[in-house]
């Protein structure tokens, strides 16, 4: 009862964040001008508090259990508040807008030709000017369907935008439908994703992507004992969305007693991602990664070690040192998706907000206390990034 509670006050602290956010000069919405501190501060305390209340939450449900449909319906009031709100804190959603027009308005190769080859399209001057001249960094899964919503919401960059949203949000609710499926605790799983503040700010609030590739790896991990080779192909629909899912597909496999069978589903799906990829864009999909390649965030750990006068490839140390653990541990049967997702943050050094949810998703439905405090600790860090004060 009491970490119901907390969860009806996470949902009400994301509804005053999201009034901030809305407040007549606010400078949260995505592109808006800085003109008074105010609603940041209003937006980035309500934004804390309910952090806490929702560590609160975790800590109760762990102790003493909770109602799992109260813990699922909870988890979709606070995943879908944001959405009555304006895309906030980054312009991500125009650009895949963007990436989607260059395929279906100009019929030109997102993978080889810029945004800024359009300047006079309208997505081209809503997305960040930053990533103007940047083909998409995004798989080919992700792009035909940027393509197809492009298609559907015309030259509306706001209908643009909230189908993105609404599209994360709906990734959010089957991330804890997954959960609620296949964790050990369930409730306390359902929570641990569906009760984040963080996670509902940047996908109901932002509509980034990362959610879909992780509801493909939670799918691929769930259907992993009874249908590998649909697991394989789950695995390859993530890669398809962001690469970065190839980095826990090894641990993965080690885990699995039927690796074998999805292994030979994960062929069969990417042969066949391959090939419309390189019918729709020829090989450059091949280099989308390149440009992300070469960016550092500030929020990034290697640039907080720069800025102290260390090498950046000192956060890379933590993933070196536990790898062979966690190699040992996946061949025991125990994959720590979660924990090797976590250290991955550490080490990146282009770390955003969003990518809080490769951890978080993977926490959720593993029993590792280790995981859980470090993804925690992750998206404490991480919750004030991109707040405008």
């Known amino acids: 009862m009491k970490a119901a509670i907390l969860g009806c006050v996470i949902a009400g602290l994301l509804a005053v964040a999201t009034a901030a956010a809305s407040w007549p000069g606010s400078p949260l919405p995505a592109g808006a001008p800085e003109r008074s501190d105010v609603p940041s501060v209003v937006f980035l305390a309500a934004l804390g508090c309910a952090f806490a209340a929702y560590v609160a939450a975790l800590l109760l449900l762990r ?40 395929a279906t308005r100009h019929d030109a190769n997102p993978y080889a030709v810029a945004p800024s080859r359009f300047p006079a399209d309208p997505a081209t001057q809503a997305m960040a000017p930053a990533w103007r001249t940047s ?5 080919p899964v992700f792009t035909g369907a940027s393509a197809g919503l492009a298609q559907a919401s015309g030259g509306s960059g706001e209908t643009a935008a909230f189908a993105y949203r609404l599209a994360a949000a709906t990734g959010m609710l089957a ?9 050990p605790f369930p409730a306390f799983g359902v929570a641990f994703v569906g009760w984040n503040p963080l996670l509902a ?14 509801v493909l790896v939670l799918g691929a991990l769930a259907l992993a004992a009874r249908y590998p080779r649909l697991s394989g192909s789950s695995w390859a629909l993530a890669a398809g969305v ?5 980095a826990l597909l090894p641990l993965s496999l080690l885990r699995g007693p039927r690796a074998r069978a999805a292994v030979a589903g994960f062929l069969v799906a990417a042969s066949v991602i391959a090939t419309a990829a390189f019918l729709a864009f ?66 990146t050094p282009w770390l955003l907000p969003w990518y809080a949810v490769w951890a978080v998703a993977l926490a959720a439905i593993e029993e590792d206390a280790a995981a859980w405090v470090l993804t925690l600790a992750l998206c404490a860090y991480l919750l004030p990034d991109r707040v405008p004060i």
Do not use: E
């Not at 895309?87 to 260059?102: F, M, V």
């Not at 700010?201 to 992780?214: E, L, Q, R, S, T």
């Open 282 to 347: 020829g090989t450059r999909w091949l280099t989308a990664v390149v440009p992300v390649a070469q960016r550092h965030a500030g929020w990034a750990f290697p640039s907080r070690l720069d800025a102290l006068g260390l090498p950046g490839w000192l956060a890379l140390l933590p993933l070196a040192i536990a790898l062979p653990w966690l190699v040992r541990s996946s061949r025991a049967g125990r994959g720590r998706l979660g924990l090797t997702s976590g250290l991955l943050l550490v080490g």
């Open 175 to 183: 991330l804890v439908a997954i959960a609620a499926l296949v964790a």
């Open 135 to 139: 083909t998409s960094v995004y798989g």
């Open 63 to 102: 102790l003493r259990g909770g109602a799992l449909a109260a813990a699922c319906a909870l988890a979709i009031a606070i995943q879908l508040v944001p959405l009555a709100g304006p895309l906030l804190l980054s312009k991500d959603a125009y650009a895949y807008w963007d990436y989607g027009r260059l």
């Open 242 to 246: 962001k690469w970065v899912a190839l």
């Open 201 to 214: 700010i940047d996908f109901a609030g932002g509509g980034h992507n990362d959610v879909w590739m992780m």
